[in-house]
C-alpha cells in the first residue's frame, strides 16, 4: 500500500511541473501518447502478469520453476519488442497520411520503447511478489517512477526538449532501472537459462488474456474520449479536458486504492472462510460502502467547491477554463470505487468474464456518444459522456452481481452523508463569495470541520464511535 500511494505521490508532484513546462498543445500531445502506449502495452502483456500470480504455486521443483521463468520472461520480452514495433508502425503510417507531424512522429518513436521497458519491468516485478518478496518489489517500482520521473524534469526543464525530452527521459530512466532489476532477478531467482515451452505460454496466455481484454476496455472507457476530442477539437483541447481528468485521478485514486488493499480482501478471506453468515458478510459490505461514502462525499464536493482554485494553483492560469467540467469528472471518478463493491457477488462466484462484457459494452456506448455529444457540446460532452457510461457500469453490473450476492444499500446512511457534504459545500462557497478567507488550506481546513461536526450531529453511531475514541 505504501508503494501504491509513493507512486501516485509521484504522479501529483509532477502534474504541477509539466502542466507548467509544457505548452497546452504539447501537454495534450503528451497525453495521447502516453493512452497509446497504455493501450499498446495492456494487449502487447497477453495477461502474462495475471497469469504469472495464477500458475506460479502449480510449479514445485527448480527444473519446473526455471521453465516457468524462462518462458515467463522470454514470451515478455518478445510482446514486448512486438508493441514497440506496432506503435513505431503506426505511428509512420499516421505521419505518411499527413495525420501526425515529423515531429510527433520522432517523439512516438522515442516513447515505444518504453512498452518493452515496462512490460519486461512489470513481470519481473510480479515474479518478486510471487515469490513474497513485496518489499524489493516495493523499491524497484518507486524507483522506476522517480528516476524517469526526475531525468524528464531535467531534460524538459534543462535542456528545453520538450515532450521529446519527457519520454527520453522516461525511456533512460526505467530502462536504467530494469538492467539493475534484472540483474537483482538473476542473483534472487537464479535465472540462467532459455527453457521456454510453448504448452506453458499457450496456457498462460488463455487464462491471462480475457483479464487484458478487460482492462483494456476500461482503458477505453476511462480514456478513448481523448482521442475524439483531439479529431473533432484540438490537442489544446485534450491538455484543457485532460488536466482537471489528471488532477481527479490522483484525488480519487487515494481513497480508492486503500479501500481495495484495506477492506476488499477481508470481504474475500470472510467468504471463502466462510466463518460468518451471508447476514454478517452483507453488513461488512454494507460498513465498506458506508465509509468509502464518508471519505468520497465530502471530497466530490469539496473539490468542485474549489475546483477553480486548486486547478489554477496545480496546473496555472491558462488552465483556469478547465474547472467546469471537474464536478462530472470527480463524480466518475469517485463512483468507480463503488464498482468493486457493488458487484462483490460476481467475484464470489468467479464470473469475471461477465464484467470483462459489461466494461466492453459501456466503453462501446462511450464512445458512440462522446461522438455525438463532442461536436455539440465540445469537453462537457466528453465529460457528461463518460459519468453516464460509468452509472450504466455500476447500476447493471450491481443488478446482475444481485443474482449471486443481494446486496442492500445503506441509501439511509448516503443520504445523510451527502447532505453532510453539502452544507460543507455551500459553507465553502460563502466563505469564497464574500472573501472571509483568502487561503486554500484554511478552506480545506474549515470544508473538514464542517463537515464532521454535520456528520457527528446527524449519526449516532459515529457519534458514539468518536467519544468511545476520545475516551481511549
Known amino acids: 500500500m505504501t508503494c501504491e500511494i509513493l507512486i501516485m505521490a509521484g504522479g501529483f508532484i509532477s502534474f504541477p511541473i509539466f502542466t507548467r513546462l509544457l505548452s497546452k498543445e504539447e501537454y495534450g500531445i503528451m497525453n495521447l501518447i502516453s493512452i497509446s502506449l497504455v493501450l499498446v502495452e495492456a494487449l502487447s502483456s497477453v495477461g502474462l502478469r495475471h497469469a504469472s500470480q495464477r500458475f506460479y504455486s502449480s510449479y514445485k521443483d527448480e527444473k519446473q520453476l526455471q521453465k516457468f521463468y524462462s518462458t515467463t520472461i522470454l514470451s515478455s520480452i518478445a510482446f514486448g519488442v512486438l508493441g514497440t514495433l506496432i506503435i513505431f508502425i503506426i505511428s509512420k503510417m499516421l505521419s505518411f497520411w499527413g495525420i501526425i507531424s515529423n515531429n510527433v512522429n520522432s517523439i512516438f518513436v522515442v516513447a515505444s520503447f518504453l512498452i518493452a521497458i515496462r512490460i519486461l519491468t512489470k513481470i519481473i516485478g510480479c515474479l518478486f511478489r510471487v515469490r513474497e518478496m513485496a518489499k524489493t518489489y516495493s523499491v524497484f517500482a518507486v524507483l522506476t517512477k522517480y528516476i524517469g520521473m526526475f531525468l524528464s524534469i531535467v531534460f524538459v526543464m534543462g535542456y528545453l526538449y520538450g515532450i521529446y525530452g519527457y519520454f527520453l527521459g522516461l525511456v533512460l530512466g526505467e530502462l536504467l532501472v530494469l538492467c539493475v532489476f534484472w540483474m537483482f532477478m538473476v542473483r534472487e531467482m537464479g535465472y540462467s537459462g532459455f527453457y521456454f515451452s510453448g504448452d506453458m505460454l499457450k496456457e498462460m496466455v488463455s487464462y491471462g488474456f480475457p483479464m487484458v481484454l478487460a482492462g483494456f476496455a476500461g482503458t477505453i472507457l476511462t480514456m478513448g474520449d481523448r482521442y475524439l476530442i483531439g ?62 461514502c464518508i471519505f468520497a462525499l465530502p471530497i466530490i464536493f469539496g473539490v468542485s467547491a474549489l475546483g477553480e482554485r486548486i486547478v489554477v494553483l496545480l496546473a496555472s492560469n491558462k488552465y483556469s477554463g478547465a474547472s467546469y467540467i471537474l464536478p462530472y469528472v470527480l463524480i466518475g471518478e469517485m463512483l468507480k470505487g463503488l464498482f468493486t463493491p457493488l458487484t462483490i457477488g460476481l467475484f464470489f462466484s468467479k464470473k469475471t468474464k461477465v464484467l470483462a462484457k459489461l466494461t466492453g459494452f459501456c466503453a462501446i456506448i462511450n464512445i458512440i456518444m462522446n461522438i455525438f455529444l463532442i461536436p455539440v457540446l465540445g469537453l462537457l460532452g466528453a465529460a457528461i459522456s463518460t459519468l453516464f457510461c460509468y452509472i450504466i457500469l455500476l447500476v447493471v453490473g450491481g443488478s446482475i452481481s444481485s443474482t449471486y450476492f443481494k446486496l442492500k444499500m445503506p441509501w439511509y446512511n448516503i443520504t445523510r452523508y451527502s447532505i453532510c457534504a453539502i452544507i460543507m459545500f455551500f459553507f465553502i462557497r460563502f466563505l469564497d463569495e464574500y472573501y472571509i478567507v483568502n487561503n486554500l488550506p484554511i478552506f480545506i481546513l474549515s470544508g473538514i470541520f464542517i463537515f464532521i461536526l454535520s456528520i457527528l450531529v446527524i449519526d449516532r453511531e459515529l457519534r458514539i464511535t468518536a467519544i468511545n475514541l476520545i475516551k481511549h
Do not use: R
Request: hydrophobic fraction near 45%; include cysteine.
Open 231 to 292: 479529431y473533432f477539437m484540438s490537442a489544446e483541447d485534450v491538455a484543457l479536458y485532460s488536466v482537471p481528468y489528471n488532477l481527479c485521478s490522483y484525488v480519487a485514486n487515494v481513497p480508492i486504492a486503500a479501500f481495495d488493499f484495506a477492506f476488499v480482501p477481508m470481504i474475500m478471506n470472510e467468504w471463502s472462510k466462510k466463518k460468518h453468515g451471508e447476514n454478517e458478510l452483507h453488513q461488512q459490505v454494507n460498513k465498506v460502502i458506508k465509509m468509502y
